[in-house]
């Protein structure tokens, strides 16, 4: 209703969030974008705060009268105040939570019918209450609706395109009413999801994923006009709802739940220049966690190749001799002292180690193709971790290691490895790097907890988890413990205070949950501060920035370590031959072989190919793997050779399967420089 006047207001719709000119006078108006009816006071409705009763469902379940059951489901499902108000669990400290089990009842007994008339009634109630809800959700109070439609499992049946265009019509108003509520608010549906069960949370998870690869999918053009499109946005918003739980949960669950498959198929370099442009538009880059790891490593090849252009390009102009590469030279018996002194030449210098890596060891032929740079990125890393050097400490049972506290070697040396990391991203280069994932959550500024002592310190952490435990009251005479931190030097246990005057404080149970917080913030910060530091400063000369913030700590770690799995049938899967196929005689032998092999010849097997232990992070199939054969009678005792930079191995003409089996031990002994074993 209007009153007369022609003076307008503006003000934003409920669902979509567009900017909207309406009456200064009327007490509602729709929306022009996503036709939803917004009301600015509240709406008047019949009935209001009826309660659902699931006993009066059930007896009219039984009693198979569907018309008056239509009746009944339409009287609730379609008022906001009465669905609202219905499912309230009571002896509960939030006087809005929901009865989930009473919900589930509620919906078995619908979908039991399996009657087309009602869940056509209900789906067509459920568009109603949101489309007009009736008021501004702005209490916790008044979205309880909400979530008792997100739990409607109607909206998993998507075997018809009806149901599909139906479902797809509820999910876009109901991540539309939610992406459009307060803070406030979305931080109680965060605490909310952060309380269901993981198969129950990944179910809200891949709900709203199919709403995404639905709507970018089916829809004409969508992969062109998702930045404009409300829906969309609604959705991303929703996602990152449930991302934000995910990361209070415990235990999460992995992050590539989260990535949409759908998300891989846009134009990801213009997404991500949007983004970094700071666009008035949605994009993808604006919600990571929907982008999954290929993408974010194609992101990183793409900025990459960009930051390269420009250099190339700005030299060119101003006449300045260009050389593309990064280049050292390095002396193998002499790797950290030469790596050290090139790295810190470069910087003095001002060479951009952003530039291609190009690795020569001097004395040595051979062109750097690729293999080169993985071989010294590759020694390098194992010789930084040798315990001679003492610059980590290791713990026998998790095989992890942490940044020594009594470490006196140069802090350049943690610089020149936390550049080494940044070499290794920047060039696509997987390394065995025994570092657990606090070590990537403190690059990118994460707090790290109990769970992260847990990886490295399995013990330790079990030794905390019984401290928690413990209800009796004789705490300080059972554990003995005080806060301090204790740590060995030169075989003698020291001493460090984690309070003032800690050594004189006992820990009992009014104060234990303090002790596990201050030794975690000692062991992973205080402790290593000025070595962490170092190591910061070098991998953020490589890696910093925008795409930085995209990732997560696992997808860093993952970006470093890759895969550990080597499945020999689907690297067999990926495989291209030359002047061979798969059913040459010796090709057959190789797969055999191989197929035999347990894991640690695996990973010499792929050291010797490809230069590293390791699959890459996107999996097996992104990665390239050829056998080259040589049918020359000549090469019969030649043991195997590789390219490493190609992901290369050439197999010669051999007499039996056993030859062939033995000369690429050997060969794969020889490469490593252990010898014959």
Not at 443 to 465: G, T
Not at 486 to 496: D, H, I, M, N
Not at 510 to 518: A, Q
Not at 644 to 661: D, H, P, Q, R
Request: charged content about 25%; proline content about 3%.
């Amino acid at each position: 209703m209007r009153a007369a006047g022609g003076q307008m207001k503006k003000g934003r719709c409920f669902c979509c969030d567009s900017l909207l000119q309406y009456p200064a006078d009327v007490t509602c108006f729709r929306c022009t974008v996503c036709d939803t009816i917004n009301d600015i006071t509240p709406a008047s409705q019949v009935k209001e705060n009826s309660v659902l009763s699931v006993e009066t469902l059930s007896m009219l379940s039984e009693m198979g009268n569907i018309a008056i059951f239509l009746e009944y489901i339409n009287c609730y499902f379609s008022r906001f105040c009465n669905l609202n108000s219905s499912f309230k669990k009571s002896g509960e400290s939030d006087p809005y939570a929901i009865d989930y089990d009473e919900l589930k009842r509620t919906y078995d007994y619908i979908e039991l019918l399996d009657n087309a008339a009602v869940t056509k009634e209900v789906m067509s109630d459920l568009v109603t209450v949101l489309k007009r809800p009736g008021r501004r959700l702005q209490n916790i109070g008044d979205i309880r609706f909400l979530l008792i439609i997100f739990e409607c499992p109607l909206l998993f049946h998507n075997g018809t395109k009806e149901e599909k265009l139906r479902n797809h019509e509820i999910l876009k108003r109901l991540f539309g009413l939610i992406s459009c509520l307060s803070n406030n608010l979305h931080k109680y549906m965060v605490s909310v999801f952060t309380l269901y069960s993981e198969e129950n949370f990944k179910k809200k998870i891949e709900l709203v994923n199919h709403f995404i690869s639905y709507r970018l999918m089916e829809f004409e053009d969508m992969y062109k006009m998702y930045p404009s499109d409300w829906s969309i946005k609604a959705a991303a918003r929703i996602m990152a709802l449930l991302y934000a739980a995910n990361n209070m949960r415990s235990p999460s669950v992995p992050i590539s739940e989260f990535y949409n498959m759908a998300v891989d198929l846009i134009d990801i370099s213009g997404d991500y220049n949007n983004w970094q442009n700071v666009q008035p538009c949605f994009s993808f880059c604006q919600y990571p966690c929907l982008i999954s790891l290929g993408q974010k490593i194609n992101i990183l090849r793409m900025e990459s190749k960009q930051y390269l252009s420009t250099i190339l390009h700005n030299n060119i102009s101003r006449n300045i001799p260009v050389n593309p590469y990064f280049s050292i030279q390095i002396r193998r018996d002499h790797l950290i002292k030469d790596s050290l002194d090139q790295i810190q030449l470069a910087l003095k210098n001002g060479v951009d180690m952003k530039k291609r890596l190009n690795v020569k060891f001097i004395g040595e032929a051979g062109v750097d193709a690729g293999g080169l740079r993985k071989e010294w990125l590759f020694l390098l890393v194992k010789e930084l971790f040798e315990p001679k050097y003492g610059m980590f400490k290791f713990d026998e049972i998790s095989g992890l290691c942490w940044f020594s506290p009594t470490s006196f070697e140069n802090e350049n040396q943690y610089k020149l490895l936390g550049i080494i990391i940044g070499l290794a991203i920047y060039n696509n280069i997987i390394l065995d790097i025994r570092l657990p994932l606090a070590c990537y959550k403190r690059l990118l500024n994460y707090n790290c907890n109990l769970e992260d002592l847990r990886e490295i310190h399995p013990q330790l952490a079990r030794s905390f988890d019984e401290m928690l435990k413990y209800e009796n009251d004789d705490m300080e005479d059972i554990f003995c413990m005080n806060f301090v931190a204790t740590y060995s030097e030169f075989g003698k246990a020291v001493q460090v205070p984690l309070i003032e005057n800690g050594e004189d404080i006992l820990v009992n149970k009014s104060n234990r949950k303090e002790f596990i917080d201050r030794y975690i913030a000692w062991f992973f910060v205080e402790s290593v501060d000025r070595k962490f530091d170092a190591f910061k400063e070098g991998f953020n000369l490589l890696c910093s920035g925008n795409l930085l913030s995209l990732c997560r700590p696992e997808e860093i770690q993952s970006m470093i370590l890759g895969e550990e799995e080597i499945d020999i049938d689907r690297l067999r899967g990926i495989t291209t031959y030359k002047k061979c196929d798969a059913d040459t005689q010796v090709v057959k032998w190789f797969w055999e072989i191989v197929g035999q092999y347990n894991e640690e010849m695996k990973k010499k097997l792929m050291i010797f190919v490809t230069g590293s232990d390791r699959i890459c992070p996107t999996g097996i199939e992104d990665m390239k793997f050829t056998i080259t054969f040589y049918e020359n009678e000549i090469g019969k005792d030649y043991l195997p050779q590789t390219h490493t930079c190609f992901n290369e191995i050439l197999l010669f003409n051999y007499v039996s399967k056993e030859s062939l089996g033995d000369k690429l031990r050997k060969a794969m002994y020889y490469s490593e420089g252990f010898g014959i074993k």
